[in-house]
């Protein structure tokens, strides 16, 4: 099958690859760009394992071509702890998944973790039950999900708290 040019900004940095036209964000991650953090769980938009951050919005890989991609900024697990601002430093929504104990086997995590930060960009206070909903295309088998919604209320009150330090 003939291959398609497609660049984007992919972790702050600028990438090109051909890929074939059917190839999906997920396997063109995972396979062309060695970046195994957007897991595959369903392949069908319903789990949010493969869950990353395009343009400001999160997108499950799994269902997204790679094409689709030409010219976005794409961001992915990998480059969240670069998204904190300070070298070395984890990302607010990495902080509070470990400090709020907010995986167990940890598949979900990546994609938990890319719709954490989304979702504060956009309501940078939620309730306990706007995370709920906000959270709610992310399926986790283990944890029961409460200490996901502590986790990602964690990550808000740091982000808050930040922002006023700043
Ligand atoms: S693998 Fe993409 S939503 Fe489940
Ligand atoms: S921690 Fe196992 S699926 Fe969420």
Redesign the pocket.
């Known amino acids: 099958m003939s291959k398609t040019l497609v660049s984007m900004t992919l972790n702050g940095r600028k990438v090109e690859e051909a890929v074939e036209p059917r190839t999906l964000l997920?396997h063109f991650l995972r396979e062309k760009m060695s970046l195994t953090g957007a897991?595959?769980?369903?392949?069908?938009?319903?789990?949010?394992?493969?869950?990353v951050d395009i343009d400001g919005q999160s997108v499950?890989?799994?269902?997204h071509l790679a094409v689709q991609c030409e010219g976005s900024d794409v961001k992915t697990v990998e480059g969240l702890a670069s998204l904190s601002g300070q070298a070395g430093v984890l990302h607010a929504v990495q902080e509070g998944f470990y400090k709020e104990h907010g995986l167990q086997c940890g598949f979900c995590t990546p994609g938990m973790l890319m719709r954490a930060y989304r979702f504060l960009q956009d309501n940078p206070t939620p309730t306990e039950e706007e995370v709920r909903v906000g959270m709610a295309g992310n399926l986790c088998r283990c944890t029961g999900y409460q200490n996901i919604v502590k986790a990602v209320l964690h990550a808000a009150r740091t982000l808050q708290q930040n922002k006023v330090a700043a």
């Open positions: 997920v897991h595959i769980g369903c392949e069908t938009s319903h789990c949010g394992a493969c869950t499950k890989s799994c269902t």
